[in-house]
């Protein structure tokens, strides 16, 4: 309700626990516009290659990318890789493994298929040629089985050591791009321990997300244990924040796992959903 006297609109609660609240969410309403806002990042990025690539892919309707269009648009703004090659046939596989070299992961391309581990669509620290051959003929076998088709194989080099953690993106109707990271890997899920921003990101905005997850001690080495390069990851949000601010196609990404590593990190999974934007909202209509 609303009291107004002498043109003043004043807000009225029935009860004094309401006011309490709304007073409590107006403090920390003026205290995070007082803080500092941050400096915006410098990324240099092949931004009309990446233009280009989304544009001609909504121009065929909304769609998950393929796995290399995905890294294709993620190298354009400098995220980094792990090393990958893209096999069709179980052959090509083993050929790119001995192209690739030492230890690799070998993961199932297939339409529809999201969780990959639950499917047997993954297989990890995999050496030579012939066994990762005779995984991608076991894989598809066990995908099929699952429920789906086997359209191709990818091959990348296995990261060692190191934290998973994950960066995603949504794009909320009313917001733009909204920017979230926290614990990754298989059981991201279930920990749920995740923080979130607006875009444009600046470099107070990256830091302040790390820093409030409850997993930010295992970056800084919890009980001894390697820690993770933060400045790298912090890199890593400005970057992505970056790709989709300027590019609205992006309608949802999902990089999990990033392994961090004591010097640097790799993109190990990501998936990238795009589609034609629509049109921002007036900010006549953002009112209520």
Known sequence: DELRT?????????????AARALAHAYRHAEWRGRPEGTPPRIEAR????A??????????????????TFRLLDCYGIPLASWRLASTPEEAGAAAGELGGEVALKAVAPGLIHKTEAGAVRLSLEGSDAVRGAAEEMAASVKQAGHEVEGFLVQAMVSGGIEMLVGVVHDALFGPVVACGAGGT???L???VAVRITPLTDLDASEMIRSLQTFPLLEGYRGAPGGDVAA???????VGAMVEDNPAIAEMDLNPVIV??????VVDARVRAEIPAPSRPLSARRR
Do not use: F, M
């Open 191 to 193: 920990v749920k321990d």
């Open 52 to 69: 280009a690539l989304l544009g001609e892919i909504v121009a065929a309707g909304p769609r998950w990318l393929e796995p290399d269009e």
């Open 47 to 50: 931004n009309d290659e990446a």
């Open 187 to 189: 059981t991201a899920e």
């Open 6 to 18: 002498e043109g003043r609109r004043i807000p009225s609660y029935s009860y004094p626990e309401d």
């Open 261 to 266: 590593l004591p010097e640097g990190l790799a």
């Open 233 to 239: 990851l912090e890199d890593l949000l400005l970057r």
